[in-house]
């Protein structure tokens, strides 16, 4: 099974930080002092008036006998000191030896390491082999004293990370570390050690009396103990099962295994590295092979080691433990340890196998993240951090990493704008070509120009997987775009956990189809470092179903595939889920054996949230919710499922191995809908729309300034900016634009937003717009300011519906009789298309036309809770003919997302006003003039071309 080849790689170096340089060197001589800076970060905007938090920065700066640096500047204190010592360790000229070990010094290293390990200082300290050294002295016979090789393999961190630098291959392979070790002892003197049948290590010379005495003393262990422990059969016909371990303080506890395991001695038991959890003493025992070679001079030429199994190999306890393994197994938590001389021990069961099983893949890290084993699946989209429920993608992706022992997934983000500017032809942007990515280059001669990459978005993650040798595994790189830094390396790691989830509940894949998969998800493999890492063993996990088909669907209720026997109970709230909602559910599942009145319940879980249309549950679960209303219940049977989920679930193994055995027998679930919370309005539009509403809204707006040849422009109600920031990528003839908003905050994000991308855009050289002039105001709307007279065009959308009505009103006299805009956009709402957000299926359209409106309108909520009112066309359409009217102004509305024609409209509505006549008068003073508070200003610096 072994077919690794030596990698050549040097394993990585003990990392000497460069405090630990200085202070080797200096002592208490060295000085460190952190200041705490003020000092602009990256987000920073320069000329916003509104105060920001900053981050607190550091910089340290370290005091040497004969020299004082200062370090530059950074987010956290020990990085700065960091820092500060490798500015002296470079000043000073110190020659920094990190140096590996030759092999001959590792030889030496691991020879004197082996006489301290036996010495009686290293005896009386705490460490795991100290205790084992106190156990063997307690020994009777022959064997008093003698310490398995595996032992002081298994539990001395250094020795194995010593042999590395002889043999590399020992990171793939622990139980090389034995060879060496034997092969070292025998160079020393005083020592006896055997590579024969049962490989020990003993010390010639005894340890002195009184110590020994002592040590009995000591001994806690009082009575006998029984140790529950699992048995991994070899034999893949076999159940795995609880076994029991006798302990007394009379015999060593390796005895112990070595007799359940059917060996003579402890020294025929090989140990595994502790498996599940970092801190957890769980480790597989086995046998070590009859027949091998443990002089590490013989190995093959091609790389084999000097340690082969004999018969065939154990799947399941190879699986788990990364390495080969021949023979039964014994599962078990028993040990001594760095925190007390005692021996450690805690029972292990049956279902901490099978949990520890499911633990390796993706989804079952999920899973047992979300203590529903047989309901919750591993979601296949990211949509946002609040609808995500369970452990965070890049969690599961470093857990997935530990378990598989490769180093920790690295993560580059990148900023699509920054990094590829958009390659502009300075063309004018044709009107159709809105919204469309059309390239706007070929072979360099301008065709058409086009906006840049989507507007808001800004983010993209790429991540790696490499081997503990720093090999490179797998690249992910998925194209979508996030606002948040860590939205896009959530993204990134659930794209690459779902390709790595779908590889191993699938046993048998073939090679070519999982590139073409890659592909899709934006992955690139190394294939020869993915099949020694990852795919080295199959998964063995119980992919067959259980193997009984029931019934027949009940009429009532859609057929759901893999379930039988649906029953929908209660009466229909009307309150549904829908895709982007949050709903909760309780839920028990059952294993039930038909005609034989057996039921057994296997898993409940109360209140269990997730987010519908993504996945979050398993695909029978969710087209079964998809079709109840809160308060209803359902009852269906399935048979579809693996029995290893049913033993990580069940807590009585014995029990389920006779039910699973029987005939007829199935899965029973029960669920009941007890919460539906309405999707946030960008989520519920992003599922029906595409591009989204508020990208369409932008391009609606854009599609009229351009129309208008207007050159100044107010957008009332700008929030972060989103129009404003579209503005800047689009052709217009636009030279001054200004923002106001009421909300210091949408403002602030507003002038990052906009800085960020007029840096960028200076940067790069790519000027797409004419805009000379860019102000945020803070302030109401509804208030007149002279400041916001004298505009060519204003937009305000969506935010007349987060005002009281009458201020709504108000914001429509004061603006078309003080601000006078030739044109102005208002959009808002249409409540009346809530009944199809909020249904979000197909049918819904459908339903809407059949039942009358009015009343399925009336279990409509608003699409935000911020929103004070939403209108239906009639009166949206009363507000705005009736505005228009008594300012002479001509309005037409229509809208986007949907169709005028189509019930019940477009999902936004939108009016815009014209103003024909022009004003000679000028414009109107108010009594009060508003002072708008000028919050951010920026003045294109270009001489005038
Ligand atoms: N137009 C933006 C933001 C819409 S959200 C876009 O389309 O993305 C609504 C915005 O209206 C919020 O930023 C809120 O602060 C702002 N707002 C609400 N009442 C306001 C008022 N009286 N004056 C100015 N802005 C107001
Ligand atoms: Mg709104």
Redesign the pocket.
Known sequence: METKEFTGVAPKKAIVTPKTIIHQKFGTKACYTVEEVKESDENDCPGLSIPQKRPCVYRCSLQLPELLVVSGIFKKKKDAEQSAAELAIQKLGIRVDTDDPTPEEAWDSIVARINYLFSENFLSSLHPLSGHIGAILQRKGDLCGSLPVSVLAVYDAKLGSLCKYIDPEVESNPFLVMSYIIKATTKLSGFIATAEQHPWIRKQSPYPEDIVDSLLKQDGLQEPIQVAAVRIPSSEEKYVEAVTLHISSKEYYLNIIANELGLEDASNVLISRNLGKASSETRLFFAAPKSYILDPSSKLPNGKDGLRLDGPSNLRASYLSGHDIAGDAILASIGYTWKCRDLFYEDVAVQSYYRMLIGKTPGGIYKLSREALLASELPSRFTTRVNWRGSFPRDILCNFCRQHRLSEPLFSIISPASKEPTESCGSNLKVADLGRDVIGCVNGAPTTSRPMQSDTEMFQCEVKLLSRCENLIIKCFPKDCFKKQNDAIQNASLKLLVWLNNNFNNTIVPFEPLYETADIFGIQIFSENFFREISHYHSIQNCQQLNQSLGINSSCTTPVKGVCLLKIEGPDSGVCPCNGSLSCISYSVSLVVEGENIKKVIEVTNNFEFEVGVGAVISYVEEVVMQMSVGQSAYFTTSIFTSDLIFASASDSVEMQSLLSSKGCCLEYEINLTKVAEPLEERMEQALFNPSL?KQ?VEFAVRHIIESHATTLI??????G??LEALLKYQTSLEKIVG????PK?LTRAAKVLHSKLVTNSDSGVQLTSIKSLILYE????KFGSRLQGFDIGTC???IE??DED?ACLFGDVALSYFCPRILIVSTPNYEYNVVLQRSNLAAQEQYEESGEKTLLQSCKFRNHDHKFEWTREQFGKWASGLAAQHNYNVEISGVGGSADIEPGFASQIAVFKREWSLEDGFKDADMDHQYNKIWEWVCNRKNE
């Open positions: 508020s809204r957008d009332f109600g700008c929030g972060s989103s129009l106001v908003d009421i909300s949408g302030g109401s709307i509804t959308l969506e935010v987060h005002m201020e």
